[in-house]
T-cell receptor, first 111, second 115 residues
Framework: QKEVEQNSGPLSVPEGAIASLNCTYSDRGSQSFFWYRQYSGKSPELIMFIYSNGDKEDGRFTAQLNKASQYVSLLIRDSQPSDSATYLCAVSPSGTYKYIFGTGTRLKVLA | GAVVSQHPSRVICKSGTSVKIECRSL??????MFWYRQFPKKSLMLMATSNEGSKATYEQGVEKDKFLINHASLTLSTLTVTSAHPEDSSFYICSALDRGTGELFFGEGSRLTVL
């Protein structure tokens, strides 16, 4: 059973702090990794994707991938109350376009 | 950027009726679309993979006769919930794959409430 696991939270951080979200996956052959943000009652929206080991930065967001340890993380710098949402980690196993989603981590940024 | 439109966004129906949800890719041709359902505070669960011009591939535990999927064109996939029951009430989300970029774009979601 291919799985993607996340801590459900809520993770509370003060405004301006760094929020760190983690995700582990079981399929060692996974090739593509995604972070989505989902506001309550809305559809997920893509924040970042990462394919290679290491860090990938985009504005206030940094994705980190460690395939040997099978984890992927998302750092949000200078967190804002508008960042409060559920963050979904998604993994695409090799040879398929299917995305396996984690249960999501609920982030609360306190003003 | 690419847009995927899903309709209707909300639907309320009586138990025993059928409901059709449409998913359209507006900016690109989507040979592959995916249908998910999401219960409150839960993650997206893949229901089926919809391939243009062929039968959908259903995930284990999903009743193909209850959730009918049709992908008759490169820009449209439909999900029909047949003989809906209250336990089918959920948030249904489609996504379309842009094979050119490998990116998956989500529709806005459809909230189904079966009375």
């Amino acid at each position: 059973q291919k799985e993607v696991e996340q801590n459900s939270g809520p993770l509370s951080v003060p405004e301006g702090a760094i929020a760190s979200l983690n995700c582990t996956y079981s399929d060692r052959g996974s090739q593509s990794f995604f972070w989505y943000r989902q506001y309550s009652g809305k559809s997920p929206e893509l924040i970042m994707f990462i394919y290679s080991n290491g860090d990938k930065e985009d504005g206030r967001f940094t994705a980190q991938l460690n395939k040997a340890s099978q984890y992927v993380s998302l750092l949000i710098r200078d967190s804002q109350p508008s960042d409060s949402a559920t963050y979904l980690c998604a993994v695409s196993p090799s040879g398929t376009y299917k995305y396996i989603f984690g249960t999501g981590t609920r982030l609360k940024v306190l003003a | 950027g690419a847009v995927v439109s899903q309709h209707p966004s909300r639907v309320i129906c009586k138990s025993g009726t059928s409901v059709k949800i449409e998913c359209r890719s507006l900016d690109f041709q989507a040979t592959t679309m995916f249908w998910y359902r999401q219960f409150p505070k839960k993650s997206l669960m893949l229901m089926a993979t919809s391939n243009e011009g062929s039968k959908a591939t259903y995930e284990q535990g999903v009743e193909k006769d209850k959730f009918l999927i049709n992908h008759a064109s490169l820009t449209l996939s439909t999900l029909t919930v047949t003989s809906a029951h209250p336990e089918d009430s959920s948030f249904y989300i489609c996504s379309a794959l842009d094979r050119g970029t490998g990116e998956l774009f989500f529709g806005e979601g459809s909230r189904l409430t079966v009375l």
